[in-house]
């Protein structure tokens, strides 16, 4: 099983080209795009999920070879400051439960901002109701010790937490401590992890960090590839 995940940073249609042609090239058996609502895509051979709400900013959108089912989870954060902070759109996140018969995954996009620790509990919600084989996508945060100089719109103490949490659920980051980065700040040029796979233990997979995406401007976002059981 290959799996292909890529945050397009609201990209136009022009960026897609190269996504083409590694999808070509590499034949992955999944194909998750966050971020992709500027353009409408589609691949030869692949069946698809497309959610409605085009206009949803954080829309994942999902391509495989085979059939899947998918339960969307579309949570909104109730918070009463951020409900002040952010008053005509309270910031949302998306997760995508995808059955594929034999295996199961959950897509994951998480806006970015010191409240993702409200996202995260809902993660974990998700993993202790749908066990999937692993967790992938846009954490929008790390572990402390990836990078403690990290810009401050990204917090990482409440994520940390929260990420132990994920390894007493049973299930482990397979990049942790790798010294490895998917993301390049804007401010400061820092490197950190933001793009998570979390693999349920007793599960073999290799996770890579594709940086032609980011390194050609492609995306501000380094690919993810998954290759395993």
């Not at 401590?177 to 998570?196: C, L, M, V, W």
């Not at 693999?199 to 401007?217: A, H, I, P, T, W």
Request: hydrophobic share 40%.
């Amino acid at each position: 099983m290959k799996i292909f995940f890529l945050n397009c940073n609201k990209r136009t249609d022009k960026f897609l080209a190269p996504v083409y042609k590694w999808v070509k090239r590499n034949k992955p058996d999944v194909i998750v795009l966050a971020e992709a609502c500027y353009f409408d895509c589609s691949f030869d051979g692949y069946y698809s999920f497309v959610p409605e709400d085009k206009a949803y900013k954080n829309a994942l959108k999902v391509f495989a070879r085979q059939k899947f089912a998918v339960e969307e989870l579309n949570y909104v954060v109730h918070h009463d400051i951020v409900a002040l902070k952010y008053p005509e759109n309270l910031q949302r996140f998306r997760l995508l439960n995808l059955d594929f018969g034999d295996w199961r995954m959950t897509a994951v996009y998480v806006t970015s901002g010191w409240y993702n620790y409200l996202a995260m509990r809902q993660i974990q919600k998700a993993m202790l109701e749908f066990s999937p084989d692993l967790v992938l996508g846009d954490f929008n945060s790390g572990y402390v010790n990836d990078d403690l100089q990290a810009p401050s719109s990204i917090i990482f103490l409440n994520e940390f937490l929260f990420f132990n949490e994920f390894e007493n659920l049973g299930y482990f980051d397979p990049k942790k401590n790798s010294g490895e980065y998917s993301f390049k700040g804007r401010i400061g040029g820092h490197k950190f992890r933001i793009d998570h796979c979390f693999v349920r233990q007793g599960k073999k997979y290799e996770v890579s960090y594709l940086q032609e995406f980011l390194d050609n401007g492609i995306s501000d976002h380094a690919g993810v590839l998954v290759v395993g059981e």
